[in-house]
Every structure is written in C-alpha cells, then in structure tokens.
C-alpha cells in the first residue's frame, strides 16, 4: 500500500528542490545509470528522503540511518 503526503513549502524552497532534483539526475546520468533511485524529480527526491528517514527506526546502524540521524541530530533531534 502506497501512502500520499501533502506538505505545504515556499517558492524558494520548490525551486531549490527542482535544482537538486535536476542535479541528481545530471549525476546519474554522468555514472551512467549508477545512482540508486534513478532519475529524480523533486516528488522523487522527498519520497527518497522519506524513506531514509524510516531507515532510522526500521534499520537501526544502516549508513543510511547513521547519515540521515546526523542531519537530524544537526537540527537538534535525537532519535
């Protein structure tokens, strides 16, 4: 099953996510297809993020958790 989230964000944060999204995808194309969840759009991006984020409870001690739960920890949220 496949769960929908609206999150509300600003201009400037839309079109920041649209840059990165467009930058990841030069990335995988530059490593010919290496990069892990292929070409991203900014939905794309989040729910990749999203999903490193549930890392942190489902797969404690992962890199994923280990990088995800410094960023946190960056913003002040242990976990």
Not at 12 to 18: E, H, M, Q, S, V
Not at 26 to 38: P, W
Not at 44 to 49: D, E, S, Y
Not at 50 to 76: F, T
Request: glycine fraction near 6%; charge should be negative; proline fraction near 3%.
């Amino acid at each position: 099953m496949v769960k929908r989230i609206s999150i509300e964000i600003s201009d400037t944060t839309a079109a920041n996510l649209r840059e990165h999204a467009t930058r990841c995808t030069q990335s995988h194309k530059l490593r010919e297809g290496f990069a892990s969840h292929g070409e991203l759009t900014p939905s794309k991006l989040l729910a990749m993020l999203a999903e490193d984020a549930g890392v942190v409870i489902s797969r404690p001690g992962s890199w994923e958790e280990a990088n995800l739960a410094q960023v946190l920890l960056s913003h002040g949220y242990e976990v």
